[in-house]
């Protein structure tokens, strides 16, 4: 029973991990770029949604509903993911004749992590908040096991909006475009394909991916901080090692895994202990099988 | 200083199934000045790659003074006497004229003996003298004129004191003093017994340089011998019709005149 | 001088020292996101010896910075296979396995931290970093400094002239990973105090961000990022406890340093200081210096 519940929590854990390993794999498999800033949207989206929510002495306590504060946090991380597309992605297409110089967009994505990450220290202060939804349970009980219900959502919704995006890659005429640019970024330029006008569409999704993922993490938790973004998002990047880069569904197994290695390494061995698995895991892969269980060898091995 | 012999045998090379390199065999002579023309895609620069090591042959051997260098290492290649240039410059572009060209020698110097030590200055600054370009030692060489980059290339592989010295298109892009200039270097370079191999477009240079021409096309030899007698060979003029005929023809006409 | 200000002296010696370390591999041509872990060796490796087995502050630094090599000597084959992304997450898991390991010590404090009582001056890190300086100055002038500057800019021609390209990867590894030790020892005995938290995410990046907005080009590159980034957000915290109109500069100077990496990005992605730009600055004082002499 004890781990038929650790299992569950595992796989609650995962499902966020899953969504959040979604959205760097998707930058990394289109443009080939390691958005460092997906924490911080992350964390961005839950913090606004915070904000608007609760009521209180700190700027934007609005006490709006939840849903039109979740709503008002997710687009204000799509915002901040178009401004971060235009200081980042756009100078990978400067050629520079080096390795380091291709870190251009890396070094832009980590300043960006700081922008944002000391922005909301800055207005809401670096305290932990409680965000909850106002319904009375939020758990289902059957046979004894607990299962979160914004846990449980947040696994559909991923697995839903994956099953989307992959079938939208396939047919629509943007996901076309976007294999293009994946392919072959000048090639796509010269078979027609706007590269300026379809890249903020990766950046969009990914900072809707992160904004959701984001707040269904405060919602399950109940607790937002500045902080929340860099300890799920070095799990994510686990995950999306681990189901291979640039892969969406090997993201959501990746994830899965991660969070289930995470709650029972945590239940085995301690709290002390958490970080040795997840990156040992993750140096481990690196060196054996770099391209992950589902990954192809191709990718994030010229650019950053 | 002495120059070597290189020949390929049996050499094959394919990509993805695309066969680029054919069962090529021909032999360059020790101290010869030669020239491996052919029209584009014939597979000049992948022969000169196979050579210096930068991919490895799927068939055949390359030997250097009948020692088979294909199994060498690519960084260890130049310590046998294969140097070369690159047809689109390839040097260091945030190292000075005097860095880039001291790469050249780096092989044959201890790891940790000091690069800017005043007799190995001293040495590469001759060198530089040499090809005429005294005057730029400091500076970074992305800032530098094509000309002159060019050049430096040739010093760079020049430094290696190489056996065998391979030039990739090293005349394309200089007017006609940086041509000419570059060939008397060359013939310099001759006159101590290194062997001279070149991929050249431009006739005119090879005809002036070489003593000895071999074609490729489709990764093939159709044709070795004189540079006067490949403007007669059917074969290489078919090979050229529709693509660099032209090029031929008034090359041909340049001659009669 | 004024406790205040040779405090910030000593930090900022320190983060040039650990510059520096992210520097060597740099220079090489090898992202390395990891300056945390070689730090945390450093640090408990030195910080154990003079307060668990009582050495004297010198051997200590000097065996922490030897280890953090060793360790780095060891982890540079299998790293050295990665490339691009792949070696940037490689880097950042190893400091990030590091600091996991040092948390579940518990002879060197485990989660509490470990705490020195010998004290690291002025007077011990300052030689210490014109030694560190000096050594890297020396490094870059020989043939392997000009073997590890040509890798950064094209491996494959730097490999077909005969550079023996792994041999001067691992070399750059092994010497930044020591420097990355001896900046660790000195931090621990300038704060008294060492735990895994001193080096959190931002550690690594953050001294990745020195190296990388200062210039890979010349050894002036992360004495260049680590002044700027040592020196910006101190005025801006004196500025904000100056005028308590400009209290928002608390917590707001880390907003101005994202904004700056990101514009000089923009601005001058090769770094504040490059090759061109001493040249630029060469040319003009020796204008300067023909005219004095001609008047």
């Not at chain 1, 046979?143 to 839903?160: D, E, N, Q, R, W």
């Amino acid at each position: 029973m004890q781990s038929a519940q650790q299992l569950i929590n595992g796989l609650m854990l995962g499902g966020i991990l899953a969504f959040v390993a979604v959205a760097f794999t998707l930058t990394i498999g289109m443009l080939n770029f390691l958005n460092f800033t997906i924490p911080a949207l992350f964390m961005l989206a839950a913090m606004v949604t915070w904000a608007l929510s609760a009521s209180g002495e700190h700027i934007f306590a609005l006490g709006l509903p939840w849903y039109a504060a979740a709503a008002i946090g997710i687009a204000v991380a799509m915002v901040a993911s178009l401004i971060i597309e235009r200081f980042t992605y756009r100078y990978l297409k400067a050629h520079y004749g080096d390795a380091t110089e291709h870190a251009l967009p890396l070094v832009s994505s980590l300043g960006f992590l700081i922008i944002f990450e000391h922005a909301v220290i800055t207005l809401w202060g670096s305290d932990p908040q409680r965000l909850e939804l106002p319904f009375r349970d939020m758990d289902l009980h059957f046979a004894g096991l607990i299962v979160g219900i914004p846990h449980l959502f947040s696994l559909g919704l991923a697995i839903t909006l994956v099953w989307v995006l992959s079938w939208l890659l396939k047919r629509s005429s943007i996901g076309r475009a976007l294999r293009a640019i994946a392919e072959n970024p000048d090639a796509a330029t010269l078979m027609g394909v706007e590269v300026a006008r379809i890249v903020p569409v990766v950046f969009l999704v990914t900072g809707m991916l992160s904004a959701l993922a984001g707040i269904l993490y405060g919602f399950s938790y109940s607790t937002v901080t500045p902080y929340i973004g860099d300890a799920v998002a070095t799990d994510a990047i686990t995950g999306m090692v681990l189901g291979g880069l640039g892969n969406v569904w090997g993201a959501i197994v990746g994830g899965l895994l991660v969070g289930l290695i995470k709650v029972f390494a945590i239940s085995q061995f301690g709290a002390e202990i958490e970080k040795i698995p997840v990156w040992g895991l993750l140096l481990l892969i690196l060196i054996i099988r770099p391209t992950g269980i589902f990954g192809k060898s191709r990718l994030g091995r010229g650019k950053f | 200083m002495n120059g070597a012999e290189l020949s390929l045998a049996g050499v094959c090379k394919s990509f993805g199934g695309l066969t680029v390199i054919d069962h090529l065999g021909f032999t360059v002579k020790r101290g010869s000045r030669t020239a491996l023309i052919g029209p584009n895609g014939a597979g000049k620069t992948t022969v000169f790659n196979l050579v210096s090591g930068v991919y490895p042959i799927d068939d055949g051997t390359i030997s250097l003074d009948g020692e088979d260098i294909s199994i060498v290492s690519p960084a260890g290649r130049i310590g046998h006497g294969i140097s070369r240039s690159f047809q689109n410059i390839r040097l260091m572009p945030h190292l000075s004229t005097i860095e880039n060209v001291m790469l050249g020698e780096h092989w044959r110097r201890p790891a940790f003996s000091l690069a800017r030590g005043r007799r190995a200055v001293e040495s590469v600054k001759a060198a530089l003298a040499d090809a005429g370009l005294q005057t730029y030692p400091g500076q970074v060489v992305a800032n530098l004129p094509y000309g002159i980059q060019k050049r430096i290339e040739v010093v760079r592989a020049l430094l290696a004191e190489p056996k065998i010295l391979m030039l990739d298109e090293p005349a394309a892009g200089l007017n006609n003093a940086e041509s000419d200039d570059l060939r008397a270097l060359l013939e310099r370079v001759s006159a101590r017994g290194i062997t001279l191999l070149v991929v050249e477009h431009d006739m005119h240079f090879v005809r002036r340089l070489c003593d000895h021409v071999v074609v490729l096309n489709f990764g093939r030899l159709i044709f070795e011998g004189t540079p006067e007698e490949v403007h007669r060979d059917p074969a290489v003029l078919e090979a050229y019709l529709g693509t660099d005929a032209r090029a031929v023809q008034s090359d041909n006409t340049a001659k009669a005149r | 001088m004024s406790g205040y200000m040779s405090g910030v002296l000593a930090v900022l010696l320190i983060n040039m020292v650990i510059a520096y370390s992210v520097f060597l591999p740099a220079a090489a041509g090898l992202l390395n996101l990891g300056a945390a872990g070689f730090v945390l060796i450093g640090g408990y490796t030195a910080g154990g010896l003079t307060s668990r087995a009582g050495w004297p502050l010198v051997p200590a630094i000097l065996v922490a910075g030897l280890f953090a090599g060793v360790v780095a000597f060891v982890l540079a084959f299998p790293i050295l296979r990665t490339r691009g992304v792949y070696m940037v997450l490689a880097t950042f898991a190893f400091a990030e396995v590091v600091g996991g390991i040092y948390l579940n010590i518990p002879s060197l404090g485990g989660a509490t931290g470990l705490s020195v009582s010998t004290y690291a001056g002025l007077p011990v890190i300052i030689p210490t970093t014109v030694c560190v300086v000096a050594f890297v100055a020396w490094l870059l002038s020989t043939r392997l400094g000009l073997a590890m500057r040509a890798a950064h800019d094209d491996e494959n021609v730097s490999l077909l002239f005969g550079v023996n390209l792994r041999m001067v990867q691992v070399a750059a590894f092994t010497a930044g990973g020591a420097l990355g030790g001896i900046g660790g020892a000195l931090l621990v005995h300038q704060f008294n105090f060492i735990d895994v938290q001193t080096t959190g995410v931002l550690f690594s990046i953050y001294v990745l961000l020195y190296v990388l907005i200062g210039g890979t080009q010349t050894a002036w590159g992360p004495f260049a990022g680590a002044l700027f980034f040592t020196v910006v957000p101190e005025i801006l915290r004196t500025m904000s406890k100056l005028d308590p109109s400009m209290k928002f500069l608390e917590a707001g100077r880390f907003i101005v340093f994202g904004i700056a990496v990101v514009l000089i990005m923009v601005v001058r992605p090769e770094g504040l200081i490059t090759r061109t730009l001493i040249e630029k600055v060469q040319g003009s004082l020796r204008r300067l210096a023909a005219r004095e002499t001609a008047a």
